[in-house]
């Protein structure tokens, strides 16, 4: 087992050697370069496939809002956003589900992983029992934060109407070879989302090969089955906060960065200032995130930005003072702003990879070809 | 004592908007008058006290009472200045200001009140209804003229054109045969009247523009009388309109728990169905369309099959708004500052740049 190369300092090192130093910088910025532009649309396409996960979300959520016929008629009430999250910023290896929703009468907690495609069925199913075993292990603290007892916990997989046959696939796969426990009382459910009807609906899957017994696939209130079954349309009214915990940091981030600048409307547009208290009493706001524990996570979720937006330099510390900082970026209106976010948050962190890349990359080509420098 | 410019009227308590168009078709006498007569419609949330508070803070001083009819003047710099009467229908929730102030720079600036107020906004006509009270107006007086009137095409529409239908145009046109042309004119280039004038001989002449401008030239009583039902015609638009935004919504929900309360904010929206389906492909076109109506995109995203987009975006007054379209709706969800403007501006956006035939879901 070899050692871990530090390449930062390796390729300073490098820099320092006289002959070569011009070629190591110059070799350098082509490979950073030629990483940038390839994974510029790589990136612009994640956070295309993350914002289009917050609104499956969105809709999802509007199942089971006020207005809508799951929680009018049969009472099950969207509580949260992302529960357990607030947990894994201090505990390694948990998962956890997009949205909670909870039917206070019958005590009954519904888990809902959203999924805009499936590229890898198999990891999916994988990774949503480790969350499901992760949601059971944490009822107690979960009654406590959303204040209602918890007699039973269902967990679903909710996606595009597209993508079902292929997980269901996989599911039926590993339900008859074992590889998952037909016993098991959390069984994985299915709904499908189709966004593109005027009316969203959401209907219950049940056509899963593997299971004989219709309890396996419906849901434990014959009444929430029978409407999902029927594939319930979803009501007009919507859910309106602006990011989710899980929302692309840069998505996330156009949110605080109009919060600045409507802090700061009537000043001087080079000094846009706030506070990190500021962020964190905007990230608390019912408004801006859905979930149980607003006040905790706005603090990692502030930390986050503030880290990132510093390393971008997109803001800046503010001399002298504790937690205050200055928005670097530019612009009188706000749409200037915004696409000056983008390209400045783009930029940064493609540029902070790119770099540790090709500083490897330089000094292993160097290595090689010149192995004297070492 | 009398302003001087300013159209005459008795000086009695109208206190209704029926009364007080009656006294005008009476009464009225274009002759009589320094310059033709201009009445602008707009709709607004307020009540008239809070009408009057913004006409105010806008720079409007009143200066006589007419009951319900307001004499307003508004000193713009030291030579400039406009006077009207405005009517605030408080049933209806329409404004209409009567002027027959010479300088029509200053008529903009009327508009810009309504514009610019976040629970006012004028009351544009629809191409739709502007048509049908074109043709209606052709099929009851054979001998009508329209003398001029302006007429455009949203691009892409898919309103039948023979020529080169892709093309976004506006049509302009002068000449006593303006009847006849802007058939033909609809029909070779696929336009819709914006703005036209009419002449009724021994009757009426008048101009309709869609922004919500009524302009009268001349006529007899019965003229008058005809320019006034026209205006109201128009104005009946506004209830469809106004019950549509009464039913949008943004609350702050409480939901319960056993021992918890979360507060769920919900948005209720106004829907827009489309006569033109929007496909994927014009979402592109869609987005810039909303950047230069003033609109900044905070994020969106749209998915082919047929069409789901959903935006979350800033209008032009500040506040947020989150619109989401499918082939054949579009929906606006108002945040905590819902307002009329947004409401109105947006359905005018759509109406102007995407589908001219839109209509409001009641």
């Not at chain 2, 908007?17 to 005008?24: D, V, W």
């Not at chain 2, 009140?113 to 049908?132: A, C, G, V």
Request: charged share 30%.
């Amino acid at each position: 087992m070899g050692h871990k190369i530090d390449y930062k300092r390796e390729f300073r090192a490098l820099l320092q050697s006289k002959p070569s130093a011009g070629d190591v910088k110059k070799r350098f910025e082509e490979l950073k370069e030629e990483y940038i532009s390839q994974k510029e649309e790589e990136l612009a396409k994640h956070i295309d496939d993350s914002n289009y996960h917050d609104k499956i979300m969105d809709v999802c959520i509007s199942a089971f809002s006020p207005g809508s016929i799951c929680y009018n008629n049969l009472g099950y009430e969207f509580i949260s956003t992302e529960p357990l999250i607030e947990r894994t910023y201090k505990e390694e290896g948990i998962k956890n589900f997009d949205l909670m929703i909870i039917n206070s009468e019958q005590k009954n907690a519904i888990f809902v992983e959203c999924k805009s495609s499936i590229s890898n069925p198999g990891k999916i199913i994988t990774d949503t029992y480790s969350a499901i075993e992760i949601c059971h292990k944490n009822k107690e603290y979960l009654e406590e934060r959303v204040g209602n007892k918890i007699n039973s916990m269902e967990f679903v997989i909710c996606l595009p109407p597209s993508h079902v046959d292929h997980l269901v696939r996989e599911i039926e796969k590993r339900e008859l070879s074992g590889k998952i426990d037909l016993k098991n009382d959390s069984l994985l459910k299915i709904w499908q989302i189709d966004m593109f009807k005027e009316e969203p609906r959401l209907q219950l899957f049940t056509r899963i090969k593997s299971r004989e017994k219709p309890f396996q696939t419906q849901h434990i209130d014959a009444g929430l089955t029978k409407i999902l079954a029927d594939s319930v349309e979803i009501t007009d009214s919507e859910i309106l906060i602006k990011t989710h915990p899980s929302s692309h940091p840069m998505t996330r981030g156009k949110w605080v960065i109009i919060e600045i600048f409507n802090l700061n409307k009537d000043c001087d547009p080079d000094e846009r200032i706030f506070t990190r208290y500021q962020i964190e009493q905007f990230f608390e706001a019912s408004g801006t995130i859905s979930h149980y524990a607003s006040e905790e996570l706005s603090k990692p979720l502030t930390e986050s930005f503030i880290n990132e937006s510093l390393a971008y330099g997109i803001i800046e510390k503010v001399e002298g003072e504790e937690d205050v900082y200055r928005l670097k970026i530019k612009g009188k209106k706000i749409d200037t702003i915004l696409s000056n976010y983008k390209r400045a948050y783009m930029k940064g962190y493609l540029d902070r990879i790119a770099t540790k890349v090709a500083m490897e990359k330089t000094v292993k080509e160097f290595r090689e070809k010149q192995p004297s420098l070492f | 004592m009398e302003i001087e410019g300013l159209f005459h009227i008795e000086d009695r308590q109208y206190v209704s908007k029926e009364e007080f168009h009656s006294y005008l078709a009476e009464n009225y006498d274009p002759e009589a008058v320094p310059h033709h007569l201009t009445v602008l419609t707009g709709v607004t949330k307020y009540d008239s006290q809070q009408l009057e508070r913004k006409l105010k803070e806008f720079g409007f001083e009143i200066h006589k009472r007419f009951g319900i009819v307001l004499q307003i003047k508004n000193v713009f710099k030291t030579e400039e200045m406009i006077e009207a009467y405005l009517l605030h229908d408080e049933k209806t929730g329409v404004v209409y200001i009567y002027t027959n102030y010479r300088k029509t720079e200053e008529i903009p600036k009327i508009q810009d009140f309504f514009e610019k107020d976040k629970d006012t906004y004028y009351l544009f006509i629809k191409p739709k209804l502007l048509r049908r009270i074109t043709y209606k107006l052709i099929e009851e007086f054979e001998d009508i003229k329209i003398l001029d009137f302006v007429a455009r095409r949203v691009k892409d529409s898919k309103i039948s054109a023979r020529i080169r239908p892709s093309y976004e145009r506006s049509i302009s046109y002068w000449g006593d045969d303006g009847r006849d042309t802007l058939r033909e004119m609809e029909s070779y280039y696929g336009v819709l009247p914006n703005m036209v004038t009419f002449q009724i001989t021994g009757m009426a002449k008048f101009k309709i523009d869609s922004r919500g401008l009524f302009t009268y030239f001349k006529g007899t009583k019965e003229g008058t009388e005809l320019f006034l039902n026209i205006i109201d015609e128009v104005t009946n638009e506004a209830r469809n309109l106004l019950n549509a935004y009464d039913r949008t919504r943004f609350e702050i929900i409480s939901v319960n728990t056993d021992t918890k309360t979360f507060s769920i904010p919900i948005s209720t929206p106004s829907s827009i169905v489309l006569e033109n389906p929007l496909a994927y492909s014009e979402i592109d076109a869609f987005e810039k369309a909303l950047d230069d109506a003033g609109y900044t995109t905070i994020t969106s995203i749209a998915a082919e099959g047929s069409l789901f987009f959903s935006a979350d975006l800033i209008s032009d007054i500040g506040n947020r708004i989150r619109i989401k379209a499918t082939k054949n709706k579009i929906k606006l969800y108002p945040d905590r500052d819902r307002n009329l403007h947004t409401f109105m501006k947006f359905y005018k956006f759509i109406l102007e740049k995407v589908d001219s035939n839109a209509e409001i879901v009641l």
